[in-house]
């Protein structure tokens, strides 16, 4: 019985197969790279956060600072400190808008 030759013979892989193995390979690669997401929409709102909380926080204290010292040297007493209070929460809003408006590719 071991000289019995069996019902098929095995076939030798054709370099065609290999090369659309190799092509198969090389496509799901691309894929799986394009279909990867590029940020996590938590790091990326997370961020975002943080930034709104730096630009409000930026704008409100910059101005006080900046209103207080111009208090300090013209003697004007609460009235740089409101002036400069009132600009740095216009221009942290407006820093907040911008960022708002923006596209998330950008």
Do not use: C, H
């Not at 409101?82 to 960022?99: E, Q, S, Y």
């Amino acid at each position: 019985m071991s000289d019995d030759k069996p019902a098929r013979e095995t076939i030798e892989e054709d370099a065609r197969i290999d090369a659309l193995e190799q092509r198969l390979n090389a496509a799901q690669q691309r894929e799986n790279q394009r279909n990867q997401p590029k940020m996590s929409g938590a790091d990326a709102n997370y961020r975002s956060g943080n930034r709104v909380l730096a630009d409000l926080l930026g704008g409100i204290l910059g101005g006080a600072v900046i209103g207080w010292t111009v208090d300090w040297f013209a003697g004007t007493s609460p009235w740089g400190l409101l002036v400069g209070l009132f600009l740095g929460i216009i221009v942290a809003f407006r820093n907040i808008i911008r960022a708002a408006n923006k596209r998330p590719d950008e």
